[in-house]
């Protein structure tokens, strides 16, 4: 059963992104694909099962536009009771302005659930712009981003607030650098203020490393923090994640 679940994970394509690595228009032009994969199993004074499992799909039209969709899925198990269950789906378009290869729009959409975070789904759309502060070799590739987007929240039984609709800025900051020629830095710092009340916000701190293995193979070690101000009652502020994974670009 457990095997069933993971496979379902894969192939399905059911929170950790493929990369956080910024996506860039003519980076490798036309179509391609990533699937991430993990898993965790304790047989002994401790059970302990988790499965993860990820697929992005990208098509790069290289001079005007990029384009990707990404899903991913995670299960957990803590003798043989659940305790860890969510799903994430987003779409996502770049496109250039102008004539400034630094400054890009985008469109995005995201769906969402988290059944220990009390989310049974969260669905925005938003639009906004991105702007390139770095890109070079040596300094790395950095991106400052501002949007807007809505929220539809529905969360689980028995939380008071059964649903719940925002509107929020979305402000990041990403950066990455080669390591050397087989390994790379990536980190990602998200802040989303609600519009009309900026007390209540969620943060989201991202690091990644990832580490070439083999050809199309990678090793990636990711950590993530989130903060979120005014959580769900019965939700605590706070969630740390750290996990290692292998992805497989082709």
Do not use: C
């Not at 005007?64 to 043989?80: A, D, I, K, Q």
């Amino acid at each position: 059963m457990k095997l069933i679940i993971f496979t379902l994970l894969i192939v399905h394509n059911l929170s950790a992104l493929v990369s956080i690595s910024p996506v860039e228009i003519g980076k490798k032009a036309g179509l391609s694909f990533k699937i991430e994969a993990g898993f965790e199993t304790k047989r002994g004074n401790t059970d302990k099962d988790n499965y993860q499992g990820s697929s992005r799909v990208t098509y790069d039209e290289a001079k005007e536009y990029v384009v990707w969709t990404e899903f991913s899925g995670e299960y957990g198990e803590s003798n043989t009771v659940a305790d860890t269950n969510k799903a994430f789906g987003h779409l996502r378009l770049i496109h250039s302005l102008g004539d400034n290869d630094n400054l890009r729009y985008e469109i995005f959409s995201q769906l969402e659930s988290d059944e220990f975070r009390l989310i049974n789904s969260r669905l925005l759309g938003g639009i906004g712009l991105r702007y390139r502060l770095l890109n070079s070799e040596e300094r790395g590739k950095g991106f400052f981003g501002l949007s807007i987007f809505h929220e539809d929240i529905e969360y689980k039984e028995p939380n008071v607030n059964s649903k719940e609709e925002n509107q929020r800025l979305n402000v990041y900051l990403s950066y990455s650098i080669k390591l050397e020629k087989s390994a790379a830095f990536s980190y990602v710092l998200y802040y989303q203020p609600k519009v009309d009340d900026f007390s209540d916000h969620i943060v989201t701190n991202d690091f990644e490393v990832k580490v070439k293995l083999y050809k199309a193979l990678d090793l990636k070690l990711n950590v993530t923090y989130n903060i979120d101000n005014v959580p769900p009652e019965g939700v605590v502020k706070s969630d740390f994640t750290q996990r290692t994974t292998l992805v497989l670009s082709f």
